[in-house]
């Protein structure tokens, strides 16, 4: 999976073929980042002017039922919250998902989506603002309540992010003990919480007020923030699993910093605005942290080819060690 998902060259083929079909006549498609997907700007060649982005899934990744109701979830946000999201796009022949043959006779699922302007609020410079997390906490908080009302919701097709599909016994993104950087000692201790996870989790329970349709990725690099507006992009991880997931998924690779429960109180204050958060979510805070990172670490293990991969793993072991030893002196 991995190496053929690192073939740059292979991925920028099918975004090449894609643009025909688009009505993007003479457009270039730019590589903006390669991760879980490869995401390219489509812009006219010579003002620069972007079209739109274009994302192109891994094979097997998603289906299309799976990629429609993604799509339907946008138009819902758009239409009945007052949250800024990236519209799709239709092609020529007015569909959402474009299926895209590639040079190795595969199928690519394609989909393009508004170009939003603004930064992301993940900077690589560590100056993350505790006003900015309170505004991502409301915004998660209007997803939440959207999906929670929403009739159609019970009739979307898409993951399920829960225990068994992260970090037990059927990984989407792999095993976390595939990571190689853990010794046995370590990889015991992991054990241990996976655990106690396990049994919080299976004692918290899965209602509508804490378990329904999320972003499930809803990190820094997933916001963008242009002057006093906060706009949400990459809904490709969305699925059905626990509102807390989405607070674990805001601080994704930075769980371990020493400013991260400044962070988390204030996307608590922003998120109360909308909807309510009990005292019973709030002490499993740290349950959802850890097993984010350890969903995390399997995607390190699994997608060791990928761009960011290598700059990520640099520390981890010690922080997931501390983030474990804290969550035993808790809770174990």
């Given at each position: 999976m991995a190496s053929t998902f690192a073939n740059k060259g292979l991925y920028q083929?099918?975004?090449?073929?894609?643009?025909?079909?688009?009505?993007?006549?003479?457009?270039?498609?730019?590589?903006?980042?390669?991760?879980?997907?490869?995401t390219y700007v489509l812009r006219d060649p010579q003002s620069h002017e972007p079209y739109g982005v274009l994302r192109i899934g891994r094979p097997g990744y998603h289906t299309i039922e799976e990629y429609e109701g993604e799509m339907s979830w946008l138009r819902q946000i758009n239409d009945y919250t007052p949250l800024i999201v990236a519209n799709p796009l239709t092609g020529r022949d007015g569909k959402y998902i474009q299926v895209v043959p590639g040079p190795d006779g595969r199928n690519y699922s394609c989909v393009v989506t508004e170009f939003l302007k603004g930064e992301t609020?993940?900077?690589?410079?560590?100056?993350?603002?505790?006003?900015?997390?309170?505004?991502?906490?409301?915004?998660?908080?209007?997803?939440?309540?959207?999906?929670?009302?929403?009739?159609?919701?019970?009739?979307?097709?898409?993951?399920?992010?829960d225990y068994d599909t992260m970090i037990g016994d059927h990984p989407i993104w792999g095993r976390w003990q595939a990571f190689g950087g853990f010794n046995e000692e370590q990889r015991d201790e992991?054990?241990?919480?996976?655990?106690?996870?396990?049994?919080?989790?299976?004692?918290?329970?899965?209602?509508?007020?804490?378990?329904?349709?999320?972003?499930?990725?809803?990190?820094?690099?997933?916001?963008?923030?242009?002057?006093?507006?906060?706009?949400?992009?990459?809904?490709?991880?969305c699925g059905f699993g626990w509102h807390l997931h989405?607070?674990?998924?805001?601080?994704?690779?930075?769980?371990?910093?020493?400013?991260?429960?400044?962070?988390?109180?204030?996307?608590?204050?922003?998120?109360?605005?909308?909807?309510?958060?009990?005292?019973?979510?709030?002490?499993?805070?740290?349950?959802?942290?850890?097993?984010?990172?350890?969903?995390?670490?399997?995607?390190?293990a699994s997608h060791s080819d990928s761009d960011p991969v290598k700059d990520l793993s640099r520390g981890w072991v010690e922080g997931t060690m501390y983030l474990a030893d804290r969550y035993l002196h808790v809770f174990g």
């Open positions: 083929q099918v975004a090449d073929e894609a643009i025909r079909y688009y009505p993007y006549d003479g457009a270039e498609a730019k590589l903006l980042a390669f991760s879980e997907n490869a609020l993940e900077n690589g410079d560590d100056s993350y603002s505790t006003d900015e997390y309170e505004q991502l906490g409301e915004i998660t908080a209007y997803l939440h309540r959207q999906s929670y009302i929403w009739n159609g919701t019970k009739n979307i097709v898409r993951t399920h992010w992991l054990t241990r919480c996976c655990k106690i996870i396990r049994r919080r989790l299976e004692r918290y329970g899965k209602a509508p007020e804490n378990f329904g349709l999320i972003h499930a990725d809803l990190r820094g690099s997933n916001v963008m923030v242009d002057e006093s507006q906060i706009k949400v992009i990459d809904f490709d991880d989405d607070l674990a998924g805001s601080i994704s690779f930075i769980e371990d910093r020493d400013f991260v429960p400044d962070l988390i109180n204030a996307w608590h204050d922003g998120y109360c605005k909308v909807m309510p958060f009990t005292d019973t979510d709030f002490v499993e805070i740290d349950t959802f942290i850890l097993q984010r990172r350890l969903q995390l670490t399997a995607w390190l």
